[in-house]
């Protein structure tokens, strides 16, 4: 029986909250320093950080909202949210406007929304209900395709839009289908595809079919001689699926893929050195980083920053600007920050009494969890630029509204445990 909502600020995970205010204002410092001309004031409204400023403060109204609801609500309309979003993915392909090749948003004057951020909430409430239904058992293979089915369709919708650093998101809910039950050989699985997909861009095809015969072939010998009872059509099988799988690569990575896509691919894993073209960003964003050294330059006091040698600083990039102006000390302390937040996260869902909200958890923690990594990683250059915020500091208001809604959701669910008897 639901008892009201009374004290409900004394139920609150505060911790979650702080580290939350922590990254929304460090992050409008940032956005602040990465745009500011030495002109205006703060409340400029007309500037990026003025515009950052307003959605800061409709995503506390929003969090305040989400607080104060019913928490049956998100349980009870979950279909029908994930449904709506569905059908925005799917209006924005016709209707939407195109931005830097992406048709992924809807635009009214100088104000745009990107249906696909509030789509990775839809979905991580769809799957939590579908997963958490009485009777509902993992192992049944209705279930399993009911699970990859809800975060596909939204996964090709904006795929489909030309995002594809948004449509790869979706792919983080898989550590979400890991805890309810996901075999770990899928995920050795998929770690085996990513490996031999590297090793298809490295190397030559043909060379490594050979070299994947002669392992296979001795590996046979091996374990023929020592266990006797080894089948030799296994080992065909994984020669041939290796074979097939590299072949595949190489003929998506040549026909699939745009030209773009392939140069960043190559710059990344070394194949190609492009300063001044598709690897400008990462050159520049390094340098930024590294000129910050330990204590970094100083508030407002960054030069590659000011004089704007790294694109997108104050969103996909803003970690370079955290980077040169707060040095390594700043940028570690936003790191344990995420890290912390991920852990209390996951923490938090195991200590949940409703499946639902354990599920709807890890889906949170998961998707925070590959926006962090990835953006990081992409502007120090250890991932490919694949163009998703960093979570509550890039600059955007559909990016930090649908964090702030994918958050505070599962923050009113944790509180609601004490209040269900």
């Given at each position: ?7 409900i600020?004394?139920k609150l995970?505060?911790g979650?909250?702080l580290?939350?205010l922590?990254l929304?204002?460090?992050?409008w ?6 745009v500011y001309?030495?002109?205006?004031s703060?409340f400029d ?7 950052q400023?307003?959605w800061i403060?409709?995503?506390l ?10 928490p049956?609500f ?7 949210i994930y ?5 925005l993915?799917i209006?924005v ?10 048709k992924?948003?809807f ?10 951020e509030?789509?990775?909430v839809?979905?991580a ?14 192992n049944d293979?209705k279930?399993?395709?009911?699970a990859?089915?809800l975060v596909?369709i939204p ?5 489909l ?17 890991f ?20 090793l ?11 070299i994947f015969?002669?392992l296979?072939?001795l ?5 023929h ?26 003929f998506?990575f040549e026909?699939a893929?745009g030209?773009h ?5 190559e710059?990344l ?5 492009d300063f001044q073209g598709v690897g ?6 390094k340098?930024?980083?590294?000129s910050g ?6 508030f407002l ?8 040698f790294v694109?997108?600083?104050d969103t996909?990039?803003?970690f370079?600007?955290i980077?040169?102006e707060?040095?390594?000390i700043?940028s570690t302390?936003?790191v344990?920050v995420?890290?912390l937040?991920?852990i209390?996260?996951v923490k938090m869902?195991?200590r949940?009494?409703?499946k639902f909200?354990?599920i709807?958890?890890?889906?949170v923690?998961s998707i925070?969890?590959?926006?962090f990594?990835?953006?990081i990683?992409?502007?120090i250059?250890?991932l490919p ?9 890039s600059y ?5 509204w ?7 959701i599962?923050v009113?669910e944790d509180?609601s ?5």
């Open positions: 029986m639901y008892r009201g909502g009374r004290n600020l004394g995970d505060w979650i909250i580290m939350y922590f929304v204002f460090f992050g410092m940032n956005i602040y320093a990465a001309n030495g002109e205006g703060i409204f007309s500037s990026r950080y003025g515009k400023l307003v403060g409709a995503a109204l929003m969090a305040l909202f989400v607080i104060i609801l019913d049956k998100f349980s009870q309309t979950s279909n029908v449904a709506f979003f569905i059908l993915l209006a392909l016709f209707m939407g406007s195109e931005t830097k090749g992406a992924s948003w635009g009214v004057g100088d104000f745009g929304i990107q249906p696909s509030f789509a990775k839809a979905t409430l769809a799957l939590a209900k579908a997963l958490s239904g009485i009777g509902v058992d993992f293979w279930t399993k395709l009911t990859i089915m596909t996964m090709l919708l904006v795929f839009q030309n995002d594809t650093g948004s449509a790869l998101v979706f792919g983080a809910f898989v550590l979400v289908l805890r309810e039950g996901l075999s770990s050989y899928v995920l050795i699985f998929g770690l085996v595809c990513v490996v031999l997909f590297l298809a861009l490295l190397l030559n095809q043909y060379l490594l079919i050979a015969f002669l296979f072939l590996s046979w010998l091996f374990f001689f020592r266990y006797k009872k080894i089948s030799i059509w296994l080992f065909i099988g994984m020669f041939a699926f290796c074979s097939l799988f590299v072949l595949g690569v190489d998506l026909n893929l030209q896509q392939k140069d960043r691919i710059v894993i070394g194949k190609k050195q400008y960003n990462v050159n520049q964003s340098i930024a980083i590294g050294g330990f204590i970094g330059k100083g006091n960054g030069t590659q920053t000011k004089f704007n694109p997108e600083q996909d990039f803003i370079c600007t980077g040169e707060w040095g390594f700043g302390i936003v344990v995420y890290v937040l991920c209390r996260l869902a195991e949940q009494r409703s909200s354990r709807y958890g890890y889906g923690a925070i969890f590959f926006h990594f990835v953006n990683g992409m502007t250059g250890l630029v694949i163009g998703i915020p960093l979570p509550f500091v955007g208001g559909s990016s930090l649908a964090f702030t809604l994918l958050l505070f599962f009113r509180a445990r004490l209040e269900l008897v």
